[in-house]
């Protein structure tokens, strides 16, 4: 039995959108995950860092649990599939769950707004009407959980040195040249530090914790985005990478709904993909499932 975590997930949520505005303030960027996997494939530096700090939260994570994370309960052929599905769709509709639901809502994006109905109905549905092996929801845990403690200091003190860095850029920026000059080391570390803090606060679960997550992450995203995201100028360098509208067309609502398909299929998403592959090492259990599901998504994402 699973059971729904709402503290956990409620402050998870809060934790959540921290790194994502860390990383905005910062480097310009969307915390997109698969976008952040899709790029990685195609060999760029920075989202590689992002995709590794993921992976060592999760590394983390199973150093102090001391396992690796719930094995997939389905078959490998599903496992494959729900990945496939995962890579495609993200890849067709430009965004996921952190790059549509919590950026993309934060910003009053339609385009995300539609994303977000489509994919969550599209998982809602198939994990209804598909045979699923996801564990049933036991009684309600309003515990922070045995490692909640550590777990939660160690975000503080991730949060507190991004949070240290953006001030002392901000006070170093005197002016506008030096608010575009690049500061690739300084970029690389952000993105490595935004997706441990990030993988720290994150759940893997498709189950009613979710509410919870976003209750939690929603409305801290859009109070940061809406009235602390500042000049719109990265701190440190490059370009400002936020989007401004686009379009809704048959290609975004498909890839939405396709995701949202392999999101229902096992229950799981990018962001937790890469944190349980970082469990799975130090955990010593389940990194063949999950290898077998990132593989999926890579590959999707190619054929898209």
Not at 62 to 71: D, N, Q, R, W
Not at 106 to 125: C, H, N
């Given at each position: ?89 993200s890849k067709l509709s430009n965004g ?22 489509t994919f969550f109905a599209t998982g ?73 803090e990030f993988a720290l606060a994150l ?102």
């Amino acid at each position: 039995m699973s059971s729904p975590t709402p503290i956990q997930s409620f402050i998870g949520g809060i934790g959540l959108s921290l790194p994502v505005h860390a990383l905005l303030l910062l480097n310009g960027d969307v915390f997109g995950i698969s976008g952040f996997v899709h790029r990685t494939v195609l060999g760029r530096k920075e989202p590689a860092f992002a995709v590794l700090g993921l992976i060592l939260g999760g590394a983390y994570i199973g150093l102090i649990e001391g396992h690796g994370p719930s094995p997939f309960q389905h078959s490998f052929g599903r496992v494959a599939l729900s990945g496939l599905l995962v890579g495609l769709g993200s890849k067709l509709s430009n965004g996921c769950t952190s790059g549509h639901m919590i950026c993309g809502l934060s910003r009053f994006s339609l385009r995300s707004l539609v994303a977000t109905l489509t994919f969550f109905a599209t998982g809602v549905i198939t994990s209804q009407l598909l045979p699923s092996e996801l564990p049933s929801a036991d009684i309600m845990d309003w515990s922070l959980g045995p490692n909640g403690r550590v777990l939660l200091a160690t975000q503080v003190v991730v949060s507190a040195l991004l949070g240290s860095l953006v001030t002392t850029s901000r006070l170093s920026a005197n002016d506008a040249s030096a608010l575009q000059k690049p500061h690739p080391i300084s970029r690389l570390l952000v993105y490595l530090a935004t997706g441990f803090e990030f993988a720290l606060a994150l759940r893997s679960s498709f189950d009613p914790s979710l509410a919870f997550l976003a209750a939690g992450a929603l409305p801290t995203s859009i109070i940061l985005y809406q009235f602390f995201r500042g000049s719109e100028r990265p701190l440190l360098g490059g370009r400002w990478s936020i989007p401004k509208g686009g379009l809704i067309d048959m290609k975004l609502i498909w890839g939405a709904a396709v995701f949202g398909a392999g999101w229902g299929l096992a229950g799981i998403c990018p962001g937790p993909g890469l944190v349980n592959l970082g469990r799975a090492i130090t955990g010593g259990s389940g990194v063949l499932s999950v290898a077998i599901w990132l593989s999926g998504v890579i590959i999707g994402g190619l054929f898209a």
